[in-house]
């Protein structure tokens, strides 16, 4: 039987490593739950299937906690999508479903090449090989720009939406909204969100808040991004759909 001698003086400093200890052979009651907990290097929840978390009701000590039995994030990634060339219109499909009843949507880095550009939404239909939905949306715009003056506007039984009117040429504007029921046939879609650009006629910047219902019962799988006048930027306009799920 072989024996090892501990040097006067004591153990040096990282003299056991990894090689030295058996799997399994260190029990919770040992550890440092802010050491273990300061060394993760983990990045998302698809990394590994167990997890190290400290146990309030047992004085901290740790406990592994199987990643099926840990919360949900509140936003589920759906798409995140460049546009892919220059053109008019950047259409997303197939990013609504059963799986969730709301949805945020952001739009970054737009931008047009055409002075006043009037910049809607469409809601479409059909899932991957979607198609624009009816003449059937209601609704209003509101803000103010720099100049003190009201930026407004409504619409009733229409098939595209306003979200940033009359907006400057080659300066880059950002918006986001929510959707509300897209595809439950037996509530109405709602979409309502703000947007932020520089407005077209003066140049001052401007603000809007926008909402608008679909007042048919059809079951909306997508949308799409339109601008009146001039190409959007492909090398910069992004946008990302994120499914909201409910709390507990």
Do not use: W
Not at 38 to 51: E, N, R, V, W
Not at 123 to 132: C, E, I, M, V
Not at 134 to 162: K, M, T
Not at 198 to 210: I, P
Request: proline share 2%.
């Amino acid at each position: 039987m072989s024996k090892t001698t501990i040097p006067k003086g004591g153990i040096t400093a990282d003299a056991i490593d990894a090689t030295l200890v058996a799997d399994d052979a260190i029990s919770d009651e040992h550890l440092d739950v802010t050491a273990v907990t300061g060394q993760t290097a983990i990045t998302s929840l698809a990394d590994t299937d167990k997890f190290l978390v400290s146990d309030a009701s047992d004085s901290g000590n740790l406990k592994y906690v199987e990643k099926q039995y840990l919360p949900s994030g509140i936003y589920n990634l759906i798409a995140a999508t460049d546009l892919p060339s220059e053109g008019t219109s950047f259409t997303m499909d197939n990013v609504f479903s059963d799986t969730y009843d709301k949805y945020v949507v952001f739009g970054e880095r737009f931008r047009t090449g055409t002075n006043q550009s009037n910049i809607k939404v469409v809601l479409r239909t059909g899932g991957s090989s979607g198609s624009d939905g009816g003449n059937n949306l209601g609704g209003a715009y509101q803000g103010r720009r720099h100049s003190s003056n009201d930026v407004d506007g409504s619409i009733a039984n229409a098939g595209d939406a306003s979200i940033a009117p009359n907006v400057y040429n080659d300066t880059e504007f950002h918006f986001m909204f929510h959707v509300f029921y897209p595809t439950n046939t037996g509530v109405n879609t709602v979409f309502q969100g703000k947007s932020t650009f520089r407005e077209g006629s003066t140049s001052y910047s401007a603000f809007v808040d926008f909402g608008y219902l679909s007042i048919s019962t059809e079951d909306h799988t997508g949308f799409k991004i339109t601008s009146s006048s001039g190409n959007f930027n492909s090398t910069a306009c992004r946008l990302t759909v994120y499914g909201i799920t409910d709390g507990a």
